[in-house]
């Protein structure tokens, strides 16, 4: 499968993360900061978001492992 072009990546923010995942705030970044779940980038001066595409496949990583 192809990625998408990176002027088609769809960008979500904490709530779509947090609803995709079922992880807090503290838990993401916790995990992130290990280099375990994909990096945030900055919006703006007060706003984050993610990749779809690679919460998609990190959230997908974790079912196929059974965790």
Request: aromatic letters at 6%.
């Amino acid at each position: 499968m192809q990625s998408p072009s990176p002027a088609a990546r769809r960008i979500v923010r904490l709530r779509a993360v947090r609803e995709r995942t079922g992880l807090p705030k503290s838990t993401l970044r916790d995990l992130e900061s290990i280099g375990q779940f994909p990096r945030r980038i900055s919006l703006g001066p007060r706003a984050v978001g993610w990749y779809e595409d690679e919460i998609t496949t990190w959230v997908e990583s974790r079912q196929r492992k059974g965790v």
